[in-house]
């Protein structure tokens, strides 16, 4: 199926536009509706697992934060907006029919061939512009690789790549082991 795709939107438009949509997973960038391409599954069983392991360091932290996974969006500016495949926030949950969500602390993007350019360029200048992210990270289920943006001090972003052991999310105050993002996946 062809879908005629609008431009120049702003946040809201999108918002009110993609909701009205059947089908396919979009995204926002300078005002031009980007559709999500078919994932591996690969791709989608470490979206998933990630979302888990986020929630149970949720609790076992018992910090006042929720997860989202996979549909929520982050407006990051006037004409720009994405949807991460999971993130965390502080509570209160938005309400049901809410479409945004629009102070993450943690946000989450799983590499595929198609996003991982974006995904380290365009959305790491976008997701630190949002005031409340502190951590920006990228997973490569191929290497088996977390890629951790944190915002640091004066704004600065300090960036490293984690391949094995805990990675400690601070704040909120959760630590997530890899092997649990990763376990089960086959070489």
């Not at 009205?20 to 509706?33: A, F, I, P, S, T």
């Not at 697992?49 to 149970?56: E, N, P, T």
């Not at 926030?89 to 029919?97: N, Y």
């Amino acid at each position: 199926m062809n879908i005629v795709l609008p431009t120049r939107l702003t946040v809201d438009e999108f918002l009110a536009w993609a909701v009205r949509q059947k089908e396919g997973k979009y995204e926002l960038v300078d005002g031009v509706v980007i559709m999500q391409q078919a994932q591996k599954w690969a791709h989608s069983k470490v979206k998933f697992q990630v979302a888990i392991v986020l929630r149970d360091a949720i609790r076992k932290a018992g910090v006042a934060c929720y997860v989202a996974a996979d549909g929520p969006t982050v407006p990051i500016s006037k004409h720009k907006a994405f949807v991460p495949d999971a993130l965390v926030a502080p509570l209160p949950e938005p309400e049901f029919d809410d479409l945004e969500i629009a102070n993450p602390i943690v946000v989450v993007e799983v590499l595929s061939p198609s996003t991982a350019r974006m995904d380290a360029t365009t959305k790491l200048r976008g997701y630190f512009k949002v005031a409340s992210v502190q951590h920006y990270l990228i997973i490569d289920p191929e290497k088996r690789t977390i890629t951790h943006h944190r915002r640091g001090r004066g704004g600065a972003v300090r960036t490293r790549v984690v391949r094995k052991g805990a990675l400690a999310l601070r704040p909120p105050g959760i630590e997530m082991q890899l092997g649990d993002v990763f376990g089960g996946m086959s070489d």
